[in-house]
């Protein structure tokens, strides 16, 4: 029985949900599965990950192959790594302590950049949303004064329209007499 690592969909149409599951690679992408290793939700920016590292690399070191999206996921999260440094301790070459310690600083880094990339999706969205109030700001500032100067405009024709009337009735006025 050949195992593979690969993505169960879930979620509705247009919003996909995955569930990161190690199943019999005969059976269907939606069906029966041996173990949820965790999830994958590309609806958010960035993509939103839950993964158990440790169930992953059990499943590698088992022999279970990924898929492409799931390889890169593991890689993402560094079960692929983890499990290239166990092969490392299994043959000698490192030992359990220098292993972990590597991971560590790799996760630490990796941290560093996903918090840099979510501070940068929130200043841009800040950005965008000053731009817009200032945009809006100025279309506000605009239609005032076209009010204002059209509020002016009917009552300078008010105004005229008065005069004339009044000299329309001095003239009647004059005529009369």
Known sequence: MSVKIRLQRHGKKGKPFYWIVAADARAKRDGRFLEKIGTYNPNTNPATIDLN????????????????????????????????????????????????????????????????????????EADAKAKALAAEKEVNAKREAEAAEAEAAAKAEEAAAEATETEVTEEASNEEE
């Open 53 to 124: 590292v440790d169930g992953a690399v059990k499943w590698l070191q088992n022999g279970a192959q990924p898929t492409d999206t799931a390889r890169a996921i593991l890689s993402y999260k560094g079960a692929m790594l983890k499990n290239h440094l166990a092969g490392g301790v299994r043959k000698g070459a490192l030992t359990e302590e220098q292993a972990e310690e590597k991971f560590n600083a790799w996760v630490q880094e990796k941290e560093g950049t996903v918090d840099a990339k979510k501070d940068s999706l929130a200043k841009a």
